[in-house]
């Protein structure tokens, strides 16, 4: 297929993704098949495991990229420039990820799409983000969405507050004595640090915790977690999973389980071969992500979270070791 050829299939692939009218399971080995020949990365992946991609026929076939390749390598599917790219937060010392944007507002779009499903429309709540760490970096994948929630909002307050813990909880005193729909987006520690300062009773209050203590505090599970936040306050609490390489996010109403959307699926992985899908619930594995919004770049990640589907959804519990990675590091090397 010449570049221009590639070009059109990849906006026609954008507008299916945008309309919604495809089966997933076509859709992503549609993707595969793309991807697997024009993403120079995947493609190399793929030859390091000796496998023919002509050869796959089911969505279970697939090979799930590495994605902490995306700290050391450009993926992309196609010929194209960008001057966009979000970019990991990490640790002082660590290599951050960087996901190329070959159009960021079909990210913004895709980010709204996946709102509304879950809490209505943008326009109709009054959005306030405690996102220290993320709102200091300017490739963040989570400002650009929590941004573009604050602009379409139509409800005054809305914005960024990063350390001004007094200003936020006049704001959100504001919002609860005028029955304003509300929802507070927030990174882990900001939230303990910000709820230890002022506990709030605000039972109309949705808090959407965006996970990660940034080395700011000592990890923790989402149960622990929870626990803390409810302590000091009354509000709804849920939980976003999203991250830098990937264009879709999932929300979880309950703040524990999470569950596939219209454009992301979970997948679990043994810990032991990250090419062999875990059959049993509530057993700990590899989670692995099929993001059909990553159309320009790799829809299928293998992350390095930990999680288990036990039934009723997906849960996240925790972050792999370096030593669970070495099955992988092995071809990773040679890319």
């Not at 943008?122 to 941004?147: I, K």
């Not at 622990?224 to 306050?233: A, D, E, N, P, V």
């Not at 849960?315 to 890319?335: A, F």
Request: aromatic share 12%.
């Amino acid at each position: 297929m010449d570049t221009m050829g590639l070009h059109r299939q990849i906006q026609q692939l954008k507008t299916t993704v945008q309309t919604g009218s495809y089966d997933f399971d076509e859709m992503a080995m549609e993707l595969f098949r793309i991807q697997s020949s024009h993403n120079p990365v995947y493609r190399r992946y793929l030859d390091l495991l000796r496998i023919e991609p002509d050869f796959l026929t089911s969505l279970d076939q697939v090979p799930f990229l590495p994605i902490q390749l995306f700290k050391y390598q450009n993926i992309r599917t196609g010929y194209w420039e960008t001057n966009i790219w979000f970019e990991s937060s990490g640790t002082t010392g660590q290599q951050p990820s960087r996901h190329l944007i070959e159009d960021l507002d079909f990210y913004l779009a895709n980010c709204t799409r996946g709102f509304t499903r879950q809490w209505g429309s943008p326009q109709d709540w009054c959005f306030l983000a405690l996102l220290p760490g993320y709102l200091e970096r300017r490739h963040s994948s989570l400002v650009a969405m929590v941004s573009h929630f604050i602009e379409r909002s139509q409800q005054a307050g809305s914005g960024f507050y990063l350390y001004d813990h007094q200003k936020l909880y006049n704001q959100l005193l504001h919002c609860k004595a005028n029955h304003t729909p509300t929802i507070l987006f927030g990174v882990s520690f900001a939230l303990i640090d910000f709820l230890e300062q002022h506990p709030l009773d605000f039972p109309e209050l949705h808090i959407i915790e965006t996970g990660g203590m940034k080395g700011r505090k000592e990890e923790m599970t989402k149960e622990s977690l929870h626990g803390i936040i409810r302590q000091r306050t009354s509000a709804h609490i849920h939980s976003e999973y999203g991250m830098t390489e990937l264009l879709s996010q999932s929300y979880s109403r309950d703040g524990l389980f999470f569950h596939d959307t219209p454009t992301l699926r979970f997948r679990i992985f043994e810990r032991e071969d990250p090419l062999v899908q875990e059959r049993k619930l509530n057993r700990a594995g590899r989670v692995g992500i099929i993001d059909l919004a990553n159309v320009a770049t790799c829809s299928f990640l293998l992350t390095e979270d930990l999680g288990r589907f036990n039934g009723q959804g997906y849960t996240i519990d925790g972050r792999l070791d370096q030593s669970e990675w070495r099955g992988c590091n092995l071809l990773v090397q040679d890319l």
